[in-house]
C-alpha cells in the first residue's frame, strides 16, 4: 500500500467536500463564456457594415476561439462533477460517517505508530545475552539523535 488509508478515504472526502463548489464555478464560467460569446457575435453583427482591418478580424476570430474552448472546459467540467454535487446534496448522511471513519482509522494508525511490545518470556535474553537490550536502547537513542 502506497499510501496510509486514512489518505485514501481523505482524499475521497475531499473529493466530495469540493464537488459542489466545482460544479457551481463550471457552471458559472460557462454562463460567463456564453455571454462573451454573445458580445463577440452581437459586437460582429452590429459593426458588420464597418470596414474592419484584417489584424481585427484575427483578434475577434481568436478572442471567440479562446473563449469556446474556456466554455467547453467548464461545460466538461459541469457535467462531470454535476452527479457527484448530487450525490453529495443527497448522501450527507453518507459523507458524515466518511467523516468519522476517517478519523477512527487516523486514532487507529496513531496507536499502531505508538506501539510496543512488552516481553512475556526472558527468550530474547536467553538467545541474545543481557546486552542485547542496552544495545537496542543505544540504537534508538542514536536514531533519535540524543
Given amino acids: ?8 478515504i481523505e482524499e475521497f472526502l475531499k473529493f466530495i467536500r469540493e464537488a459542489p ?6 457552471v458559472e464560467n460557462q454562463s460567463i463564456a456564453d455571454a462573451e460569446t454573445q458580445d463577440i457575435l452581437h459586437w460582429r453583427e452590429f459593426n458588420y457594415n464597418h470596414e474592419l482591418g484584417l489584424d481585427s478580424i484575427m483578434k475577434l476570430d481568436t478572442a471567440e476561439a479562446v473563449v469556446r474552448r474556456k466554455r467547453r472546459k467548464a461545460k466538461n467540467t459541469a457535467q462531470l462533477m454535476g452527479p457527484v ?3 453529495a446534496q443527497e448522501h450527507i448522511s453518507a459523507k458524515n460517517s466518511l467523516e468519522q471513519l476517517l478519523g477512527e482509522v487516523r486514532r487507529t494508525e496513531r496507536e499502531m505508530e505508538k506501539r510496543r511490545y512488552a516481553d512475556k518470556t ?6 541474545f545475552g543481557e546486552s542485547i537490550e542496552a544495545k537496542i536502547f543505544e540504537k534508538k537513542m542514536e536514531e533519535k539523535g540524543q
Fill in 1 to 8: 500500500m502506497d499510501k496510509k488509508p486514512s489518505e485514501y
Fill in 21 to 26: 463548489e466545482e460544479y457551481d464555478a463550471a
Fill in 85 to 87: 454535487n448530487k450525490w
Fill in 122 to 127: 526472558d527468550i530474547i535474553k536467553r538467545i
